[in-house]
Structures are given as structure tokens and as C-alpha cells.
């Protein structure tokens, strides 16, 4: 791996060391991933990833290969390893599976959801509109995975849960590309809400409506930047 480039230490925090150690690097260096923090064509070496997590080269060799083998890091050659820039084909591909499990994932979720999940929900939302206003758009993002994997996790369904943190994986570093217009408008805050009042109305279908239309309003988002790209 290359060894100059800038630290990668802010996503990333040093790991318990009584737990497996390659699960560990893998679990963290994939919420890193998932949530955003680190942007489309971000450069990661074994070295840096490892003194930022506090552990031997080894395990975080592993985890690295492990998440290039399920498309969320691209070896570029025998030193690089970058996240991924997202193409059309790949967006289109994911949105249109995202849209079919995530929306499952919400309808089903109506059902079994208690009252401390809409609690935290409500919550989540609250610290997203703070984050949103001070600009701290990492952390609007790892809020942002939180709300929806908190949503997705009371449907009762894990392997559901784990398919949608596949296509996260892919999709998750380009969510970055959705600041600060999302702030700006305020895209994704009222769909939200409107998945917050379906659950506690029980109503399962517009709870899955408000999860299908955010996940179409930041598609019409990251397409036009991705054309646009292109030409």
C-alpha cells in the first residue's frame, strides 16, 4: 500500500483487542463506509488504516480484501486501494434493489416498531437538523445511516437487514455528493417525518412511501451529478 498519503484516522478509533481482531477491523472499516465518512476515491493503505485503529497490519490486510470482494473498495494495483467513484450503471442498479429491500424493510418494520424506536427516530431526526445547520456533513450522514438501519432492524428480518447493508456499502460514500443542497432544502427531513407519522399511525404503506421517495429524491440527485460527470 501507499504509504503517502494524508491520515485516515478521523472515521476510525482504536479497537477492543479482546474481540477478533479482523472482524473488528472489517466491522468498523465497513460503518465507515456504509455511513459515509470517507468520500468516492479516497485513497486507504493497510498502514494507515492500521495505527488509526491501534492494530498489526494482518487484520486490517483482511478486511481490506474482504470488502474489496464485496465491491466497497477497488485495488487499483499492488499499493492502491480506493473507494470506488460511482458510475450511472452501478447507481441505477442499486437504487433499483435499495428501493425493493429498504422498502420491504419499512413496511415490515410498521408492525413490530415500539414506541422507544420512534422515540429514537424522533431523536435521530432532531440531531440531524442540528447537524444540518451547523454544516457537519459527516456526521448528518452517520445520523442519516443510523435513522434508517434503527427502522430497518425492527422488521424482524436480519437477512434483509444484512442485503441492505450490501448495497450501502457500494452507495454509501456518494451520499456525500448530496451536500449541502440536501441541507439547503431540506430533502430527506420531510420524508422522514413522514415515515415517523406512519409508524406511529401503523400505517405500513405510507411508511414504506416515505422511505421509496427518499431514496428516489437523492437517485434524481446523484444521477444528475453523475451525468454531468460524464459529458
Do not use: C
Amino acid at each position: 500500500m501507499t504509504l503517502n498519503e494524508p491520515d485516515l484516522a478521523s472515521p476510525l478509533a482504536p479497537l477492543d483487542r479482546q474481540a477478533s481482531l479482523g472482524e473488528l477491523a472489517y466491522t468498523s472499516l465497513k460503518e465507515s463506509i456504509i455511513s459515509g465518512q470517507f468520500v468516492p476515491g479516497r485513497k486507504l493503505t493497510v498502514r494507515s488504516v492500521a495505527q488509526a485503529l491501534g492494530v498489526s497490519t494482518t487484520p486490517v490486510r483482511d478486511a481490506i480484501v474482504r470488502l474489496i470482494s464485496e465491491g466497497a473498495l477497488v485495488n487499483l494495483g499492488p499499493k492502491t486501494v480506493v473507494v470506488p467513484v460511482l458510475t450511472m450503471a452501478t447507481l441505477d442498479e442499486v437504487t433499483k434493489i435499495r428501493l425493493a429491500l429498504e422498502g420491504l424493510a419499512a413496511f415490515e418494520a410498521t408492525a413490530h416498531i415500539e414506541d422507544r424506536d420512534i422515540s429514537f427516530l424522533e431523536e435521530t431526526q432532531i440531531r440531524i437538523n442540528d447537524a444540518m445547520d451547523k454544516s457537519q456533513y459527516a456526521d448528518v450522514l452517520r445520523l442519516n445511516k443510523a435513522f434508517h438501519f434503527r427502522l430497518y432492524g425492527t422488521s424482524g428480518m436480519p437477512r434483509l437487514v444484512t442485503l441492505i447493508e450490501s448495497q450501502w456499502l457500494r452507495i454509501g460514500p456518494s451520499l456525500n455528493d448530496l451536500y449541502p443542497e440536501f441541507a439547503i432544502h431540506r430533502r430527506g427531513v420531510s420524508n422522514h417525518q413522514w415515515a415517523i407519522g406512519g409508524l406511529k399511525d401503523r400505517d405500513a404503506t405510507a411508511v414504506r412511501a416515505a422511505i421509496e421517495n427518499d431514496l428516489r429524491e437523492g437517485y434524481r440527485r446523484l444521477s444528475n451529478l453523475v451525468q454531468s460527470r460524464q459529458d
